[in-house]
């Protein structure tokens, strides 16, 4: 079994005020390095053996329709196990 | 004169929406996110709430709805929508207004009468309204930001689509204190505001919301 992992972000133009707070929240713990913190999603999608280029091509079109909002959000694809 | 509301599972404010409906006279309703039958209504409202638990993205599994493949078919071809809150998300993640709905700026859920101006009053659910009305409309939302690229900001604003803006203060950080807006066409408008929230002083801050449902009626009888 394999997993297709579909991560995705907000455009760095779109402004991500939960990354913003947890950014604040950091330094509050001692963790002074974070210049930004961006946060976003990640999706794990398990397939049966080895993910085809059919099906990778799917989960690209998938990924622009419903798990990402191309407006503000970018993605990117991997295969992983 | 007969005006759908769609009810998704999540729905919050689809029965107030039938009520503003009556309150001006028009015939309610109720249409069901499972069906892609809209009963012969001349109009649409998609009610706020938090369709789908919000889940994934405001509006992104609602957009996928047997009832929107009607509605956005019907849409793009002039059949006059209004969004208002979770519904404006759903309008923005199908694609039939630009942009998108984004966590508050601050993160805070607010809800507060909120004072507005009004922008364009030649769509058909504003039209009751005079270009500079201000109005004083409650909103309610956590994900109220409206974000757009600069083009499209540009372009909303040459073309005079700015329907609703906040005035006073901007309270969820929307780009050019954006509080709706509309299509191309006209026909389809998203507000974060909720006009049904405020159509009579028992219950509202104020009756400005109740202009929302005599105009579109009385665009509908023009027509």
């Known amino acids: 079994m394999a997993t297709i992992v579909v991560e995705v972000m907000l455009k760095p133009e779109i402004l991500d005020p939960q990354g913003q707070a947890v950014a604040a929240a950091l330094p509050r713990l001692g963790f002074t390095f974070a210049k930004e913190v961006r946060q976003g999603k990640r999706f794990e999608i398990s ?3 080895t993910p085809t280029a059919e099906q990778l091509a799917d989960i690209e079109r998938a990924a622009q329709t419903l798990l990402s909002n191309p407006v503000i959000e970018s993605f990117r694809v991997k295969v992983e196990g | 004169m007969r005006v759908g509301v769609v009810t998704f599972p ?3 404010d689809d029965s107030s929406a039938l009520r503003a409906i009556r309150v001006a006279g028009g015939i309610p309703v109720p249409l069901f996110h499972a069906s892609d039958d809209l009963k012969e209504v001349q109009a ?3 009610p706020g709430g938090f369709s789908y638990g919000d889940y994934l993205r405001c509006g992104a599994i609602s957009r996928f709805a047997p009832i929107m493949s009607s509605i956005i078919i019907a849409a793009e071809h002039g059949f006059p929508v209004l969004g208002i809150c979770n519904g404006f998300q759903i309008l923005c993640e199908s694609h039939l207004l630009p942009g998108a709905l984004t966590r508050n700026q601050g993160l805070h859920f607010v809800c507060t009468d909120q004072p507005l101006i009004v922008e364009n009053n030649s ?6 309204y005079t270009k500079g009305d201000r109005l ?3 909103i309610k939302n956590g994900e109220g930001s409206f974000q757009a690229s600069t083009e499209t900001l540009a372009e909303l604003e040459s073309e005079g689509r700015i329907v609703l803006r906040y005035t006073e203060s901007n309270p969820n950080g929307s780009k050019n204190d954006i509080a709706g807006i509309t299509n191309a066409r006209g026909n389809v408008v998203g507000v974060m505001p909720h ?4 159509i009579e002083s028992l219950t509202g801050p104020s009756e400005d919301g109740l202009t929302f449902f005599t105009s579109i009626l009385h665009s ?3 027509r």
């Open chain 2, 123 to 128: 769509t058909p659910w504003t039209s009751g």
């Open chain 2, 10 to 12: 999540g729905s919050l």
């Open chain 2, 195 to 198: 006009p049904e929230q405020a």
């Open chain 1, 47 to 49: 397939v049966d053996g």
């Open chain 2, 136 to 138: 004083v409309i409650p």
């Open chain 2, 220 to 222: 509908m009888v023009g």
């Open chain 2, 44 to 46: 649409v409202v998609l």
